[in-house]
């Protein structure tokens, strides 16, 4: 690694912050949901043109932008937004020939003389941009203006910590060997996600050699780096699972096809998969989060409607699982003489870093926060995470940086008083910067 580089971009975090905590703060004011996000997308754009660089629109609502994009688009007219994907393409299949392209940007301070050895690589940043469905409970002075709508997985801190990183490399533009491509994703949350998806169907990862992203965690100590190699986050599937029979009286069950006992014996019988098909290897979570069934107390109803989420992390026990979760859900419906209807909707794919981006992020790591502080304790994580699209396209790492406070209660992500930990800029930006210079630099 280039050390005396990595220490040159370093030195710009800490006059940066500042401004940098008033956008995660405006950002944090005007949430907005997956495929939803025209406002942030503008903030975004507005910074990283006033940076030098020429973003293009992606995934409707986010934003790609290339720190040494091909030399036809800094000949090319002003900024086309439309044109993402055929620029993407072009500025890939160029990528080779891109090392002396021309640096018109006024940020540039270093001199050309001092530029490192070049690389042809291409090395993408991503940070996700959306909102949750949830009302802040907080009383910041920055807290949501749109009741519904919160930053209550911290996006916003993690597109700040990007938008630093886009600054200080546009700072020095030309000693960075190579090609830095920033991704700002939309739509990671929720039922309407998958902006991950989207964006490499536009071709976002054209001539990208490698991905990496990160994600606070305030499960983890304040101050850690988490990462591991191999399934980091998990397969989700989520199910909704009803049984139809017959209703009736509740004083005649004989005369009935009860389907809340069937709903009953299936939320205990779905409790073997972990316990009994699998056993001590684990790997799985199956968990039923919905049971409604009736609404008097004298009549058995008709239907009992459950719902809930099976976590995986590796497509065998997957397939097992499903397996399994298929033939209890029959077997119940034919053991209460009831019928059995269930669908299965299939969530973000399993997260899988590549070892030898696991072990940049933790050589990295070392350097920021010390040995001591890098940790790959509590994971594989149960959740899903649609940087897992990235990471089956392209080698990849995503990696977590703690912030629970000790002593203290620290919100969870998602919970309505969580907020961004403002000390994790400094971090993540040292991360992201420290993982360009390792990627590009020791080659
Ligand atoms: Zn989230
Ligand atoms: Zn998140």
Redesign the pocket.
């Known amino acids: 690694m280039n050390d005396g580089l990595l220490a040159d971009l370093e030195a710009e975090i800490p006059g940066m912050l500042d401004a940098l905590r008033a956008v995660r703060h405006d950002l944090h004011r005007h949430p907005e949901l997956g495929f939803e996000e025209h406002r942030t997308q503008g903030v975004v754009r507005r910074w990283l043109e006033s940076n030098g660089y020429r973003p293009a629109i992606m995934a409707e609502t986010g934003l790609v932008a290339d720190l040494r994009p091909s030399p036809t688009d800094h000949e090319g007219s002003p900024v086309d937004p439309t044109a993402s994907t055929s620029r993407l393409t072009a500025s890939a299949t160029t990528n080779a020939t891109t090392n002396a392209a021309p640096t018109t940007n006024a940020a540039t301070t270093a001199n050309a003389a001092t530029a490192t050895k070049t690389s042809t690589k291409t090395i993408a940043l991503r940070a ?1 941009l959306d909102a949750l469905p949830i009302t802040e409970e907080t009383d910041l002075p920055y807290a949501s203006v749109y009741p519904g709508r919160s930053h209550k ?3 916003d801190g ?1 597109t700040t910590i990007l938008l630093g990183t886009a600054a200080v490399l546009a700072r020095h533009r030309v000693r960075i060997p190579g090609n830095v491509r920033l991704l700002f994703q939309p739509a ?2 929720g039922v309407r996600g998958g902006g991950a998806k989207v964006m490499i169907d536009e071709g976002a990862l054209v001539g990208v050699d490698e991905v990496y992203g990160l ?2 965690w305030p499960a983890f100590p304040r101050g850690q780096v988490h990462v591991k190699p191999g399934a980091t986050m998990a397969q989700v599937h989520n199910f909704k699972l009803v049984f139809r029979g017959v209703g009736g009286h509740g004083s005649q069950p004989q005369l009935c096809k009860d389907p809340v006992l069937a709903g009953a014996h299936f939320v205990t019988a779905v409790q073997s998969i972990a316990s009994r098909t699998l056993g001590y290897e684990g790997g799985a979570v199956v968990s039923v989060c919905v049971f409604q069934a009736g609404r008097a107390e004298n009549v058995i109803p008709a239907q009992a409607t459950l719902e809930g989420t099976i976590r995986t992390f590796d497509p065998k026990i997957t397939a097992r699982v499903l397996a399994r979760f298929r033939e209890i859900a029959a077997s119940t419906a034919a053991t209460f003489d009831v019928r059995a209807d269930l669908a299965l909707r299939v969530g973000y794919p399993v997260l899988v870093n590549a070892s030898a981006c696991a072990a940049a992020v933790e050589r990295v790591a070392t350097r920021v926060v010390g040995a001591t502080h890098l940790s790959s304790a509590g994971l594989p994580l149960a959740a899903g ?1 649609d940087f897992a699209y990235f990471a089956a396209n392209v080698p990849s790492a995503y990696f977590f940086l703690g912030a629970q406070v000790p002593g203290e209660d620290t919100p969870v ?2 919970h309505p008083m969580f907020d961004f930990d403002d000390s994790l800029i400094e971090i993540g930006m040292r991360m992201m910067l420290g993982l360009v210079v390792d990627r590009l630099t020791s080659h």
């Open positions: 996700d997985c911290g996006h993690h990671e949350e994600h606070n995470e992500c998602h």
